[in-house]
Each structure stands twice: as structure tokens, then as C-alpha cells.
């Protein structure tokens, strides 16, 4: 299988034709407001270890032109090692929970929802926070992938691009999320807003390999925000990114139980070509099913434990090489704080 | 540090001098009373859905002379896939909980500990089941582990070995479980039971690699009881087995949060030798925590998800090589029945 599975010629060529994608201009100002949150998911625990040690040590967080300050997003779900208590809190930064009127018996993410939203924004407001790193941990082979919305700031590809020259250890994809309706996830509060994802780690467990891996990227981000807000020019590049354009059940029986799992042939394979007709999932009952689509996909977040529950067996993603432009010395650079 | 860890002489040496263990005598009546039981934690899925899909399909636990029955034995652990509702089943099987009087508010554990204790045992009785196979997974590094009570039977190290030599695909390793006091794993309800640990794999995913290893262990297993049952004789070996003498919590803050985490050169090293002096932690703070203890150890169970709540960075074992005598045919063998 792995000769079928290679990316063919066809796929390269298709890749690399430049796809224009329109952002959003760069910060005139430097970014001295700047979160790091971890523990958006409380069993998932880089970012929740993170934060903790943060909270107790800030020298870490801080440069010479701003401190970014650390945020364990869910305290009460980090207690208990699990996802969320009620709901999902990185699905509660919409309009309606963040605008509702507190009431005694809301879940308790819809209460700390409007608490960040407090904190670090309020959302699409003049006095949001510049910048927000949200970090995530998955069960899935991801390596490193930054997570920002399409449509981001010419700055956010700037330092995704900063990140995969920084690391070194892993891979560091960029997937440029396409939300069907209004952004719902914590980072969408501040006026520029990214997720870290790490894996695999298990949820429930802190691998010192991911805890180190995603310290040194919260880092490097921190160092690019400091070298942008003291006047760094940055030259315009190519990059590969990653849409979104759906997503894969896994099999089930007509009550709605599994009747299968990820092929053993996909399981790991996150940001890989799958072409049509590969296996992708393989049944109880020992048949394999196979990718019915009619082009070349990658699929990511592969067999990600929390997304059973949201009926996804991965998410279907193209992948894009789109040009970004410079990004110019900023006129009210910060040289002084040096 | 690759060259450190490896075994000196003298401690291959050690392990080779056979250590006399006694066994228990081999049963004297074919074993017709056999359950495979998966879910006892509701969020190790290999067992969850072998379980669910054996009680489909239950044909896949015949053998000419027996039927093993499948049992998913926390259905409601399994629903909302958590190890467990209340407490944790398998540490439930124990005489004041068996014995106990329902009540309306005890735990479901406890309620259902009973039930099985009914269908299996009850424990320690001459109606108990002739043999059970527990199923589970870990999130570290065990490779196949069959976990039995120290004191077995003799048939039981033969299915250990007979199961070593079909597991092909990974190392499957016999962890003799001294328990401090009484037994109180569903296993113990049988008269001949063991546990098949399955690792690794993140709880609340589910892997078709370690599925497919499960469900041709379990397969084995009846194979073996099935040869057994039908008069064939079994040579003594000798064997590797490991035995539990510690546990070793993680480094923790005074107010009992983690203040580390498993050191980088000890994760996925389950089974392993760790010498005096070799680095088992890695403090938030960069510092590393050393073996302090004077024997070279092996230890299993490394960062397993389950075990932060209950203080166990991993589970210290020695490796002793032992012999088994010979399984000499069964006198009354179900030869009719083939």
C-alpha cells in the first residue's frame, strides 16, 4: 500500500500551483496585551501543566517589550482531568453565551466563557487582547499544527512560519480553519488568535517530550512577537497550508454504534495524501471500508478520542501552497525597550 | 545514557539463576465454565468492543469442547467511556463488598461487582468458573502483559507461555501481581484468572493494531484450554516473569500538585532495566530526580493514565527466571468431543 499512498505527480504539481488567499493587514501598533492559555481542555495536559508552572513562575512569559501573562482557561476541569465539566468551553465564545444574562443554573463553561471574554476581550472589540496562544494536546499523530482561522492577519502567517523554522524536532503544519458559522473557539477573542495542537499524547497524560515541545514553540512565539513589536522586517515566502472541507463518521451499526475503527493503514498517517479507493476504516466484522472521494485528501486529527463523541473519524483537508506577503517594520517599533 | 541502561553481567546473571516459586496443581476436569470479559474500565476500548461485538457474534468463543461467554463487564462505565461510574471495578471484588447488603446509594461498582460475583463465582467457591480472561489496555508502553496472582495455578503459566509463543507481532511479558492484602480484581472471581494488558493506546481511542493483537491473544487463550481440555501434554520451561515490590509516586509540590513529570530516558521503557542513579523525573523547573534505590529494577506500567489519581508514576518489578513443571495430559480428556 505504501507506493499507492505516495503523493503522485499529479498531486505535487496540484500542491505546489501558487492558490492567492486574501488576509488580513498587520498590527500598526507593537503587541504588548498577550495570553498564553492552557488547559482550554482539562486532560489535556501540556497546557494545563504549563499554565500551572506559569502561574507560579511568569519570568518565563516575559520580553523585553511586553509579558504575556498565563491563563489556566479551565480551572475546574483541569481539577478533574477532563475535557470540560458541562460543555465544551472552546465551542462557548459566541455571541449568544458570551452576550447572555448569568443564570444560577448555566453550565459552568457558558460562566467561564464570559469571564475570559472579560479578561481577554471583550470579542471584535477595540480592547481585546493583541494576541492569544491557546494550547491543545491530541491523541492524534499531528506533530505540531498551528490552528488559525482563514481569513487571519498577515502577522499570524508570519510567525506560523517563524515556528516551522524553530522546529526543529517535529514537523509544524499550519491548518487554516474554515468554521461554518461564527467563531466559536477561546482564541477567537483576541484580535489575533491561534491554537497550538501537540500529539500524540494521550489525554490524561503529560509526556515530557510534548511538555518540552510545546514550551519552546510557546517561546518562539513569544521571541517573534518581541522581534516584530522592536521592528523586524520579515520578507515574503511561500508555505504550505492545510483547509478543511469536511469531515468522516466512523461506521456504525443503525443504533448508532461503532461498527469499526480507522484502518490500520490510516491510523497515524495525519497530513498524508490519501488517495480515493484507500482503506480507511475496518470494520468488526473484518471488511475494510474505502475512501470514496474523488480527489487526493489529507486527513487530520485522525482517531482523536475526544471527537467520537462528535461523530468525527478525522477531518478531510486539501492542501494549499499559497504565497504571504512581507511584513514591513512596524512605524512605531519599540526600539527603545531594548 | 543508552549504554548505561543496558543490562550488566552480573544482573543478567541474576536473572538467570532460577528462582523456585511454587504453583498451584493444574485443574483435573476439562474447563467448560470460560468468560472473556472486556470494559471492567469503561475507557480501555479494545476490550469494550471485542465484548460488544463477541456478544453479536458469539460463535468467534466456540472451541469444540467449551464456549467461552463474552461479558462487557462495566456497561455503564462503557456508555459514557470513563474507567468507571463511582470506583473502580477492579478493585471492588474483595469480601466486604461481595458480602455486603445492597443498598440504594452504594456505588454502581458495588452493585455490579455482585452481579458478576453471582454470573462468575461466587469467588472462592466450587461454582465459580472454571477460567476467566480480563481484558484491558494502558496508555504505556507494555506491549502484551498478562497479569496473574503470584501463587497460580500451574495451567496458567502454561497459557502464559503458550500465549508468548503465538504473540508474534510483540513481546508479551508475565507480571506476577503480589497484592498487599486481599484479591480484588474481577479476574479473582474464577478459579483460574488473569488480566491481558494491551499497551500502548490512548483510553477513549481505539486502535485497530492493538484490537487485532487483543482479539488473537483472546483467541490463543481459548486454543490453549481447547488443547488442554482434550488430553494434551504440556513440557516444563522456564520463564521470565516480573514481580511487583513498589510503586513510586511522581515528584510532587507540598500542596500535592505534580512538580514533574516522567523523565524523557524512562517513558515508553516499561520493562526495561533502571539502574541506581538513572534519571526517572524531570522537574517543571529543569532539575532531574534520580533512581535512588541500590538494585537494578524493571519498571512496567510507566505514566499510565489511570494511575496520577492513585500516586503511581509507574509500578517497581524485579525479573526472576523460574521453571514450570510439566501440564501432564488431562486424565479426563474430552477426546469425544473433537
Redesign the interface.
Known sequence: MQGERSIPLKGVRKARSLQAMSWLPAPQEPLLRVAVTGGTHGDELCGV?LA??WLR?PEELKRPSFSAIPILANPEASAI?RRYVHKDLNRSFTSTFLNSKATPDEPYEVTRARELNQQLGPKASGQAFDFTLDLHNT?ANMGACIITKANCSVFAMHMCRYLQLRSLELPCRVFLLQPSGETFNLDSVAKIGMALELG?Q????????R??QMRALVAASLDFIQLFNQGTAFPAFEMEVYKNFGEEDFPRTEAG??AG????QL?DRDFEPLQPGAPIF?L??GEDVLYQGDRTMYPIFI????Y??THKAFIKTEKIMTSVPALPPLPSALTHSL
Do not use: I
Open positions: 501543566f500551572r508552572h513562575c482531568c491523541t500524540p494521550p489525554h490524561g497524560v503529560l509526556r515530557a517530550d511538555f518540552s454504534d461503532l475503527m480507522v484502518h490500520p491510523q475496518q468488526f466484522s482517531n482523536e478520542a475526544a467520537y463523541k
